[in-house]
């Protein structure tokens, strides 16, 4: 499977439904951009740590790298593999003593915990081609 990196290039709130927002992915050496449809909770962690603010209280994600952290796991990875029904599906992959193991994840919580372990995003050539749309310069600029 031939795997493209991804980096985060924008948020915006959703125009097809209250209360969401598109995350857009872009390749890391490429013009093709993969937007991905995510909910307010989610957007919001991938917000904060983007603009670097730290909130009072620990997030859900913010405690679930606590606990990698504590146990001394990496999450080394996410990997946007799979694209069903309009629905992106997601691997995160770890590291620990015992060894390394993949754990299924929604891709907007894989991605909300790959900004906070500043770990790798990537996918598959076959989801580009399926999902990726490319800008004009006035889109890009609004991003």
Not at 28 to 55: H, R, T
Not at 89 to 107: P, V
Not at 110 to 132: N, S, W
């Amino acid at each position: 499977m031939e795997k493209i990196k991804l980096e985060i290039l924008g948020l915006s709130s959703g125009h097809s439904q209250k209360g969401t927002y598109t995350l857009i992915m872009g390749e890391d050496s490429g013009n093709i951009k993969l937007p991905i449809v995510i909910g307010a909770f989610e957007a919001q962690a991938i917000a904060l740590i983007i603009e670097g603010i730290k909130p009072q209280r620990p997030l859900t994600h913010d405690l679930f790298k606590n606990v990698f952290d504590q146990f001394h796991l990496t999450l080394k990875e996410v990997i946007i593999e799979t694209l069903l029904e309009g629905v992106f599906y997601a691997k995160l992959l770890c590291s620990g003593e015992q060894g390394d193991c993949e754990l299924d994840a929604r891709s907007s919580d894989a991605i909300a915990l790959a900004v906070r372990f500043d770990c790798p995003i990537y996918t598959t050539k076959k989801i580009m081609d399926e999902a990726g749309i490319i800008l004009d310069h006035q889109e890009e600029e609004e991003i």
